[in-house]
């Protein structure tokens, strides 16, 4: 039979055997100038435990054993199925202590003690060593990243499970820079400091672009701050070209209880018009250029209105739709930022007269003549009694006659209304009729 088939026969008889008995058992080691560190294995790996040794040379490792039939083997990024047992004499027993007096790193040893099986992998800190002595801010920065180079490694640390596939430690590298954060609420930028964690560093490395000027400090590793001697290093200052604006668009409401309503669809903002609709930004540091967009194309590539204002007041008196949006950019124009389009519908425009009130009849029930209106941008209301005198005049769709002249209410009977109105579609009235006064006290 094929010796690689007899050895993957044995690992799995050996895994079974491993999963009847009690995980959790530990190496304790000796010679080492600094503490042993552990990681937590990834829960698929099969193994016990992680070592992190600061270097091994002089190192020994340990184990209590349960039993006295205790074996130790070796194995790599094969797998344990491919691990050699230990030369005789390289353990040392000493009562139910099994000492390994010259370890290796980077490896993971097997531990057969009795009907037990515990794997625990091993990591050669000196081997990985955290250097990284300078940090240089990359030309090719983009406007949403950041590139940093470094000068010295913090490469990539790995460990095998029992089945050969790799894992990797993460260094928790920290890099750390001032930025700006976004409150929408408020509509501000507050300063923050960021912190980026990354499992290494190798060459360069990407954070998203800090919206302020700043410094960018790399400090690790996680194992060396263990240690007590974390390095840390610097950028030169770092002039920020990345752009970010937080945005609001609100529409004045009225509160016209004449005034009707329209469908507006997918939009959010408009209906009748005169709409008048207020718009505030606020920019972070390198935003020079900054203009609101009013367009009644969705794509934006015919811009009707711009206004560099921050905050700015537009009133949409035309029927129709019309989209919002706020653009801010950079002294050089290269990074730039564009917030989400607005919807404004304006609808088409309705006046409907009615031809009798009752004033001073039911106070608050039908005691004001008020015309029904939707998007009417001019209006002009003249009413007379019938001898052709006028006895009240409205600029105003929402406003309403009460019923009085001089002061006074005026008798029950007939009256006259004359208007003259433009809608937002283009559509002029110019209409007149009767108004009953009737139920007069």
């Not at 030369?87 to 009562?95: F, H, I």
């Not at 609808?347 to 001073?360: H, I, K, W």
């Not at 409205?394 to 009256?415: C, E, H, M, N, R």
């Not at 007149?432 to 009737?438: F, H």
Request: aromatic content about 12%; hydrophobic content about 35%.
């Amino acid at each position: 039979m094929n010796i690689t088939i007899l050895r993957h026969i044995a690992f799995s008889i050996m895994i079974l055997l491993a999963s009847t008995t009690l995980w959790g058992a530990s190496l304790s080691f000796s010679g080492v100038g600094r503490q042993v560190l552990t990681e937590q294995p990834n829960s698929s790996s099969g193994l016990d435990a992680i070592y992190v040794l600061s270097e091994i040379t002089g190192a020994s490792a340990s184990y209590v054993a349960s039993s006295q039939n205790v074996k130790w083997l070796k194995w790599g990024a094969q797998g344990a199925a491919y691990a050699q047992e230990l030369p005789a004499g390289s353990v040392v027993k000493n009562g139910n202590r099994y000492t390994l007096s010259h370890i290796d790193g980077d490896c993971g040893y097997t531990i057969e003690d009795g009907g037990s099986i515990h794997y625990f992998w091993i990591v050669d800190y000196s081997r990985h060593r955290y250097n990284i002595t300078n940090v240089l801010v990359g030309d090719d920065s983009d406007c949403a990243m950041t590139t940093l180079t470094t000068q010295g490694n913090a490469d990539r640390i790995y460990y095998y499970s029992i089945n050969a596939r790799a894992y990797e430690i993460n260094r928790n590298i920290h890099i750390i820079y001032s930025t700006l954060h976004a409150d929408n609420e408020s509509l501000s930028f507050t300063p923050i400091e960021a912190d980026e964690t990354v499992a290494y560093i190798s060459g360069a490395t990407r954070v998203p672009a800090p919206l302020c000027d700043t410094y960018f400090k790399v400090s690790g590793d996680k194992f060396l701050t263990a240690w007590g001697t974390p390095m840390e290093c610097s950028s030169s200052y770092y002039n920020t070209t990345a752009v970010e604006a937080v945005v609001n668009v609100e529409q004045t409401n009225r509160d016209n209880d004449n005034e009707q309503s329209a469908e507006m669809g997918t939009a959010t903002l408009g209906g009748s018009a005169p709409c008048e609709i207020n718009m505030t930004a606020t920019v972070s540091d390198a935003a020079i250029f900054h203009e609101w967009q009013i367009t009644s194309d969705p794509s934006f590539n015919d811009v009707l209105l711009r206004a560099n204002e921050l905050e700015y007041t537009h009133t949409f008196s035309d029927m129709g739709t019309y989209y919002i949006r706020f653009v801010c950019a950079d002294a050089s124009g290269k990074c730039e930022w564009t917030s989400a389009p607005y919807t404004v519908f304006i609808g088409e425009s309705r006046l409907l007269c009615p031809n009798a009130f009752s004033p001073n009849a039911s106070p608050g029930v039908n005691d004001e003549w008020k015309v029904s209106y939707r998007s009417l941008i001019s209006f002009e209301c003249h009413i007379f009694n019938k001898w052709g005198v006028k006895v009240a005049e409205l600029t105003d769709p929402s406003q309403g006659w009460d019923g009085k002249y001089g002061g006074k209410f005026v008798p029950a009977g007939v009256y006259y209304y004359v208007i003259k109105a433009v809608g937002a579609d283009g559509v002029k009235y110019d209409l007149s009729g009767d108004i009953n006064i009737v139920n007069y006290k």
